[in-house]
């Protein structure tokens, strides 16, 4: 198919560096799909697709994004190719997707209508609005209408999002309202001997887990632990430093201070009837404390950077979560949470201590941990809708 003239000038407009060569690594033999995060909102989801297509269906998976996150079996992460027609010829060339999936309605023409030409299928999920990669939409006549007549399927999250497809140009019949995508929301692993002991040994007493804890709010937990104390004068305090070179120092000066019973879990030793902390160190032992906390406080959220820890981990195991007044990258996932009333937020070591006392009743805790559940399982159906388009496009049978 013949270039259009907004598509010349838009190519115009893409100059390519000569001297920058774009390295691609071996392909995957056999079918691929090709996923396209184009920020950082999105590539939680595309993420979890990604995991599905592989887990479920055992087909290799291409994911492009300018940040992909850490690697995923079974899934080749790529930088995307540069949207001039050179470059989107070489990386299709090379990759040969036999679908391309584009989250969000980020339009990237050149790359689009060489797919077009070697008649890959075109999919937008998560889509919200369509929009060219440099936002230059005036400058192209007739690009947006034909860059969305492309898409075989367009998957809204909602019907607004919806209207603005159809509005650009899109195929009345490739849009549907599907809704979000479910995010990321690993299951951490677990050792179930060690979670049955340990279940057994607390099962009689309330427990509250404070994770990835940075030096400096190490005061502000425990002055929150002495406050909860006095609501639930056997409560535990599961301890996990935000460094795990950190809890042998730690749990040595609260030893020290002489005004706290400790466990050290590095030593193998369990929290009797009378330990009042136990201070874990080993990150891969998260999932057993999140299963075994009702309550969790994200550490770096008080007065860090952040929580150290992605909020959607306790909240997949059932544990309501308590966190501080800092973000950081966990902006949109503890946003979704507070929106759905399933974390509670404090802004001091005196207002820890009184959510957490408040949370110690078992159904407000309970209450807090469904809805953070509901949250981190939400868009479930939706994936599983997008895998079933998938599917049915590679099939030949659409």
């Known amino acids: 198919?013949?270039?259009?003239?907004?598509?010349?000038?838009?190519?115009?407009?893409?100059?390519?560096?000569?001297?920058?060569?774009?390295?691609?690594?071996?392909?995957?033999?056999?079918?691929?799909?090709?996923?396209?995060?184009?920020?950082?909102?999105?590539?939680?989801?595309v993420r979890a697709l990604a995991r599905r297509l592989v887990e479920e269906d055992g087909l290799p998976v291409l994911l492009t994004a300018p940040q992909a996150g850490p690697d995923l079996p079974g899934v080749?992460?790529?930088?995307?190719?540069?949207?001039?027609?050179?470059?989107?010829?070489?990386?299709?060339?090379?990759?040969?997707?036999?679908?391309?999936?584009?989250?969000?309605?980020?339009?990237?023409?050149?790359?689009?209508?060489?797919?077009?030409?070697?008649?890959?299928?075109?999919?937008?999920?998560?889509?919200k609005a369509p929009a060219f990669l440099r936002e230059r939409d005036s400058w192209y006549p007739g690009l947006m209408r034909q860059s969305l007549a492309r898409f075989r399927a367009i998957l809204a999250v909602d019907e607004a999002a919806a209207r603005a497809f159809r509005k650009g140009g899109a195929n009345l019949s490739a849009v549907a309202v599907t809704g979000r995508m479910e995010e990321e929301s690993p299951v951490l692993p677990v050792n179930e001997s060690d979670r049955a002991a340990l279940s057994k040994l607390l099962s009689a007493r309330p427990v509250w887990f404070a994770a990835g804890v940075p030096e400096s709010e190490e005061a502000a937990v425990l002055q929150a632990h002495r406050l909860a104390l006095q609501h639930s004068h056997r409560l535990l305090l599961i301890l996990m430093p935000e460094h795990p070179s950190r809890s042998a120092a730690l749990a040595a000066a609260l030893e020290e201070a002489g005004t706290w019973v400790v466990a050290e879990r590095a030593k193998d030793e369990d929290p009797e009837p009378e330990t009042e902390i136990l201070v874990v160190e080993n990150p891969a032992e998260y999932g057993l404390w999140y299963r075994l906390a009702p309550i969790t406080f994200l550490g770096g959220s008080l007065s860090g950077k952040g929580p150290v820890r992605n909020p959607m981990e306790a909240a997949v195991l059932g544990s309501a979560i308590l966190h501080g007044p800092k973000t950081g990258q966990s902006g949109l996932a503890l946003g979704r949470l507070g929106a759905a009333r399933a974390t509670r937020a404090v802004a001091s070591a005196s207002g820890l201590g009184e959510a957490l006392g408040d949370l110690l009743a078992p159904d407000r805790a309970?209450?807090?941990?469904?809805?953070?559940?509901?949250?981190?399982?939400?868009?479930?159906?939706?994936?599983?809708?997008?895998?079933?388009?998938?599917?049915?496009?590679?099939?030949?049978?659409?």
Do not use: C, K
């Open 1 to 45: 198919m013949a270039a259009s003239l907004g598509l010349t000038l838009y190519n115009l407009g893409q100059r390519r560096d000569p001297t920058e060569v774009l390295e691609l690594p071996a392909r995957p033999a056999g079918r691929l799909v090709w996923l396209h995060a184009p920020g950082e909102a999105l590539v939680s989801p």
């Open 76 to 127: 080749v992460i790529q930088q995307p190719p540069p949207d001039n027609p050179a470059d989107a010829r070489s990386f299709l060339d090379h990759w040969r997707p036999e679908v391309a999936v584009f989250a969000g309605g980020q339009l990237r023409p050149a790359v689009m209508h060489e797919a077009a030409e070697r008649n890959i299928p075109l999919v937008v999920v998560n889509g």
């Open 366 to 398: 309970a209450r807090l941990a469904q809805a953070a559940w509901t949250v981190a399982s939400d868009g479930a159906e939706v994936t599983e809708a997008v895998m079933q388009r998938i599917r049915t496009i590679m099939d030949g049978e659409e």
